[in-house]
């Protein structure tokens, strides 16, 4: 008979999740969306980073990570010694969410609902990816890994495992430092946020 691939034949592929998500009507976001923007990386990766929502950038581009958190979250991998290409990378929320301002569309956070509809795809991509860790950035992918809201601030740097029990490391999301003004106080939580990514390292089999 033909060859197996060798990976989880139980699991559907990634891509074929995401061509099922590209019809996605879990909740209203892919009505004012320019697209899907479901994930990037391979599929054997050993680690996966999990993200709010797609920006603007990522909106127009399909891909996650492409505008500025994506720039500082790149710098912030490099001088962890990760590198970004063998990390998979999605994000709680599939679809962009804003308000448009004039010409502007400002980013617009995800509610409860949305968060937990969407869940679904990202419990789905664990389960076929099976990761060695999966790392939170921010609070809402922490609500989306672990079913209920949990502070990033108390257990950042901390292990928590998903009721799935894939182990999750729980960071801040990269955007909060593009929003931190005094220049010290940004380099202080950088230099914290480097120290998170740099354990990702110590927790691969
Ligand atoms: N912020 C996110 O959380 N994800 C992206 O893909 C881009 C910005």
Redesign the pocket.
């Known amino acids: 008979g033909p060859a197996l691939s060798g990976e989880h034949a139980e699991a559907p592929s990634i891509a074929a999740l995401r061509r099922q998500a590209e019809g996605c009507e879990r909740c209203d976001l892919y009505k004012n969306a320019t697209q899907l ?1 479901f994930s990037e990386g391979p599929a054997d990766a050993r680690v996966v980073l999990v ?5 603007d ?2 909106d127009l581009a399909g ?8 720039r500082i ?1 790149n710098e912030c991998l490099h001088e962890a010694g990760i590198d970004r290409s063998s990390c998979y ?1 999605t ?2 929320v599939k679809h962009f969410k804003f308000e448009q301002r004039g010409k502007r569309r400002m980013h617009s956070r995800p509610n409860a609902g949305e968060i937990q509809r969407c869940a679904w795809w990202l419990g789905a991509e664990l389960d076929h990816l099976h990761p060695d860790l999966v790392v939170a ?2 609070a ?2 922490l609500m989306a890994l672990l079913g209920r809201s949990v502070a990033v601030t108390k257990n950042r740097g901390d292990l928590i495992a998903t009721p799935g029990g894939y182990p999750v490391l729980v960071t801040i ?3 909060y430092l593009l929003r931190i003004r005094d220049r010290e106080d940004a380099a202080v939580e950088r230099g914290r946020f480097v120290n998170d990514l740099a354990k990702i390292a110590t927790h691969l089999r």
């Open positions: 923007v993200g709010e929502q797609p920006g950038r990522e891909r996650p990570f492409v505008g500025p958190a994506g979250l990378l994000n709680a950035l921010g809402t992918a999301h990269p955007s």
